[in-house]
């Protein structure tokens, strides 16, 4: 079983930065799959950004590419999106998620969510 915690949500003006940081529990974390997803008002919710458990590689949905950054750190089991240059259109719940296999794009191919962060860009 694994425990998903977000945190670092908040209310920021377009064009600011903020850091969402996921820590989980259980001593396997590295072995999962690590994924950021938001929802907005009235939307599904959708992908954002995922970090491979093994090779550490990234996947981005186009609209996040060059502004956002995912990362983690096994030894700390925390994962963390950065997200430069923000937009109004990123104003969502960003939910952490793990996986226990390779890297997936939909929501119903993880296993562990977190309670979810609000953030928020103002125009």
């Known amino acids: 079983q694994v425990q998903v915690v977000e945190s670092g949500g908040g209310l920021v003006q377009a064009g600011g930065s903020l850091r969402l940081s996921c820590a989980a529990s259980?001593?396997?974390?590295?072995?999962?799959?690590m994924a950021w997803f938001r929802q907005a008002p009235r939307k599904e919710r959708e992908f954002v950004a995922a970090?491979?458990?093994?090779?550490?590689?990234?996947y981005y949905t186009d609209s996040v590419k060059g502004r956002f950054t995912i990362f983690r750190d096994n030894a700390r089991n925390t994962a963390h999106l950065q997200m430069n240059s923000l937009k109004p259109e990123d104003t969502a719940v960003y939910y952490c998620?793990?996986?226990?296999?390779?890297?997936?794009?939909?929501?119903?191919?993880?296993?562990?969510w977190g309670q979810g962060t609000q953030v928020t860009v103002s125009s």
């Open positions: 970090v491979s458990w093994n090779d550490g590689h990234t």
């Open positions: 998620a793990a996986a226990m296999s390779r890297v997936g794009f939909n929501a119903a191919e993880y296993d562990y």
């Open positions: 259980g001593r396997t974390f590295g072995s999962y799959a």
